[in-house]
């Protein structure tokens, strides 16, 4: 079993034991307790806090407050034991109010990025491992400029540049290295744009001599190359976005959560 | 399939950090300056060099030198100083974390607008209200009692003091709040039900309200039953967790025995006064509308499981009326006729709902008996019956029997007076020939419960004639007064019995008489012919799947109060 294998087990199964845990303490405790539901919205409150701390430890990467995966496996399954307090804190039914509904679609949407962004991270970084290369994403505009600046040399420099394959880059290539393409095909791990480019490409062909072929086939590789770039900036861009949504959205909840125990506190006046 | 990439051309002294905010506007170019945009995105790109002065003795302006790192430019430095060869400026780009920073810091400041928004506009109530209120505290009525205290249309400041605070206001309320918000250990050492603030709001419309026995320990918040915030329609009702707070803690149920105990008498009658209706009380007279010696302070914690029996049943109650009544003759009896219509004899024929159909209306002689016992004593004359009700009257009807025969003649249709006079003689004649005189035939009336006669039957509404009357006695306990007047003892006919617990008989409807009440086998009047508890139980508990809740049976608020 290796170290991901265990870590996972061992995750899920403090995960498991502390929401039953949680659970049990419910049952028990919650017709008790007068003040239930303020112990565990306080709860509830400074878990929630704990894992928005984990963005502030990557701006730390100096201080010593430990390895940053160990921080982000507690934030994975801390993240998910907080959607278990926060049931209990619901007393499992729906809020009716517009702020505390407001509250509540907060953090179904902060959590609900924050489970997508897990499986994002798990899925995207193997697709890109079994696709080959490595690109540092900052680096893509400059190796796509690159590989236009090639492009062009190829089939519009040079002492005797072919009409055809000149006619073919200023209509179909230049556009297609001008920038990022097709990202929802790459995201959804469809060949085909490339497939019909390289098809096209392949029909060029018959109109070109030897020469002509031998830069065909270097203009090929560049669009193979291209297409590989895209693929790279279409998942590390998705790869990146999941936390345009989480990390706004988890200010917008905190400081909501905030004014929910102000207001409660101030308009309960110590009643349930 | 590396191969399909170009390669990554990494450059340590280019190398762009992720932690960066901006980037060169060159960089998409692959030809970012060196120095790169400060960390506000402002471009940092001046010159080539900066030229130094160099002043040789003797000299007084001196001379610029270049200081150009890749060597000496031919131009060299301008007569100002100023290098001759302007790096091109550009635009810096953001990275994508200074975009999600801007993204962030958006989103939080729209989100404290729309929430000062929130607060301070005139939807406040509406918008911070946790859910909608019961029907009483959301209508028109209820704004125009707190008309005086609304803000902005709203009513939150009848029950909320927070509710007219502005948002600085509303931390220091919360923060004067008992408990407080950070005050963990009362919030987790407090007890259920204590009174809270908003108490005060509500004796405010519900003033001087007495909660429940007067042997309760303590009072209850009413938050702690009454839940708002909920829904519209009425409050939901407290549930059993409510009430075996008190009534399922056994040391507490102990304290409200030895508090009862104390109590003077009138508050027990004030406290049986609450527990059932006025209607109830006129008429209940027996030992189940006032509280056993220790009060109602046995354990329960729910009705199929430790619910006491009805008192009715384990302090062997006997229904005190004096009336004879057998009810299994009524129900069974082969002798007993059929009603007009071809009905038989049923429990309906005599119990009739009242308006709501929890209860029963009380049984009259005139409405539920007189279809069958019709009082008529000749059996020459059925028209002519007795009046019921009044012994006095009785006897002065047996009194004045030829004036009685002659208006019954005047009824008939005999117009002329010296025929009625007739009628009755013959009458009276015939009469005396069953009766020895009138005084014997008084008594009969009276004090007989002999059913002899042309038919052995009592009660009839078939054949020709109906039967005779047996005697008051009969049905009455009749005694001789000092003078020998008859004397006829009131039937005591109660209401209720189970006082302390409502009854709904339309909703048990769907259920036989018989199976919850032994009428057909009651043979005695003082036969109390309630169900017990288990025969309750067996639809009212958990295994019987019907609800079996304290609430469903009992009240908590004594009735005499708001």
Not at chain 1, 39 to 56: E, H, I, K, Q
Not at chain 2, 142 to 164: D, E, I, K, R, Y
Not at chain 2, 390 to 399: G, I, T, Y
């Amino acid at each position: 079993m290796n170290r991901f294998r265990r870590q996972f087990f061992l995750g899920s199964f403090l995960l498991l034991v502390a929401s039953v845990l949680a659970i049990m303490i419910h049952c028990r405790w919650s017709r008790q307790l007068p003040h239930y539901a303020y112990l565990t919205g306080w709860v509830l409150l400074v878990a929630m806090f704990l894992l928005a701390l984990y963005n502030a430890r990557k701006r730390l990467p100096f201080l010593p407050l430990g390895h940053s995966e160990t921080w982000a496996q507690l934030h994975i399954y801390a993240g998910f034991f907080t959607v278990v307090l926060f049931l209990i804190h619901l007393n499992f039914r729906l809020p009716t109010g517009w702020f505390e509904g407001t509250l509540a679609w907060l953090y179904a949407l902060v959590t609900g990025s924050g489970i997508a962004g897990l499986l994002l991270s798990r899925v995207l970084p193997r697709r890109l491992a079994t696709r080959g290369g490595e690109v540092i994403y900052e680096k893509i505009p400059a190796l796509r400029h690159a590989l236009r600046e090639t492009a062009e040399a190829l089939a519009l420099g040079g002492e005797t540049p072919s009409p055809t394959i000149a006619e073919f880059y200023v209509r179909q290539l230049s556009g297609f290295l001008a920038g990022p393409r097709n990202f929802w095909p790459h995201l959804l791990d469809s060949r085909r744009p490339l497939n019909a480019l390289l098809s096209e490409l392949e029909d060029l062909r018959r109109f070109l001599n030897e020469s002509e072929q031998a830069t065909l086939d270097k203009l090929t590789q560049v669009v193979r190359q291209k297409d590989g770039l895209d693929y790279h900036h279409a998942l590390q861009t998705t790869l990146k976005l999941w936390l345009f949504v989480h990390l706004p959205l988890t200010y917008s909840l905190m400081i909501c959560s905030v004014l929910h125990v102000v207001l409660v506190f101030a308009f309960a006046g110590g009643a349930r | 399939m590396s191969e399909q990439l170009p390669a990554p051309g990494f450059d340590a002294q280019s190398y762009e950090r992720p932690n960066q905010g901006w980037i060169c506007g060159h960089a998409g170019e692959g030809k970012p300056c060196r120095l790169g945009p400060d960390h506000r995105g402002r471009c940092c790109a001046t010159a080539e060099c900066t030229p130094v002065l160099e002043i040789k003795p003797g000299e007084t302006k001196g001379r610029w030198r270049c200081t150009r790192s890749g060597g000496v430019c031919e131009s060299g430095p301008r007569p100002d100083g100023s290098c001759c060869r302007p790096i091109a400026r550009c635009s810096p780009v953001p990275t994508l974390r200074t975009r999600r920073g801007q993204l962030t810091r958006a989103v939080v400041a729209a989100t404290v607008a729309l929430l000062l928004i929130g607060l301070g506009g005139s939807w406040r109530g509406t918008f911070i209200n946790s859910g909608a209120l019961s029907t009483p505290h959301s209508s028109a009525a209820f704004a125009l009692l707190h008309s005086g205290t609304n803000q902005a249309n709203q009513t939150c400041t009848a029950c909320h003091p927070a509710g007219a605070r502005g948002p600085s206001d509303l931390v220091a309320t919360a923060w004067a709040a008992t408990p407080g918000p950070f005050q963990l250990g009362q919030l987790a050492r407090a007890r259920p039900g204590e009174p809270t603030a908003l108490d005060a709001s509500c004796q405010k419309c519900h003033p001087n309200h007495r909660l429940h026995q007067p042997s309760v320990v303590r009072d209850l918040s009413c938050s702690f039953c009454h839940a708002e915030h909920r829904g519209t329609g009425p409050m939901a009702a407290p549930t059993d967790a409510h009430c075996t707070i008190c009534h399922g803690d056994a040391g507490v149920m102990a304290a409200a025995a030895i508090k009862g105990a104390s109590l003077p008498p009138a508050s027990e009658s004030a406290l049986a006064a609450g527990s059932m209706p006025s209607s109830a009380l006129k008429r209940t007279e027996t030992a189940t509308d006032s509280r056993t010696a220790t009060g109602f302070t046995q354990v329960i914690h729910s009705f199929a499981q430790d619910h006491p029996e009805f008192r009715v049943h384990t302090d062997k109650l006997v229904d005190p009326d004096t009336l004879k009544f057998n009810h299994a003759r009524h129900l069974t009896s082969e002798t007993i006729p059929q009603l007009p219509g071809g009905r038989k004899l049923d429990c309906n024929s005599c119990h009739q709902p009242d308006v709501a159909g929890s209860y029963f209306r009380r049984i009259n002689f005139e409405r539920h008996c007189q279809v069958c016992h019709s009082l008529q004593f000749d059996p020459e004359t059925p028209a002519l019956t007795l009046p019921h009700g009044n012994p006095a009257l009785v006897s002065a009807f047996l009194h004045s029997l030829p004036r009685q025969y002659a208006d019954l003649a005047a009824r008939s249709g005999i117009t002329r007076t010296a025929e009625q006079n007739q009628f009755a003689q013959e009458k009276l004649q015939r009469w005396q020939t069953r009766v020895a005189t009138g005084e014997t035939f008084e008594q009969r009336v009276f004090f007989s419960t002999a059913t002899t006669g042309p038919s052995v039957q009592v009660g009839s509404v078939i054949g020709a004639t109906h039967p005779p009357y047996p005697g008051c006695a009969y049905c009455h306990e009749v005694q001789a007064g000092a003078q020998g007047q008859p004397e006829i003892t009131k039937p005591i006919l109660l209401d209720r019995w189970l006082v302390h617990g409502a009854f709904n008989h339309a909703k048990h409807s769907g259920v036989a008489c018989l199976k919850c009440h032994s009428a057909a086998t009651s043979q005695a009047t003082a036969d109390v012919i309630l169900p017990t508890k288990d025969s309750c139980v067996t639809c009212h508990s958990p295994r019987g799947g019907v609800v079996d809740s304290c609430a469903t049976c009992h009240g908590y608020h004594r009735k005499d109060t708001k």
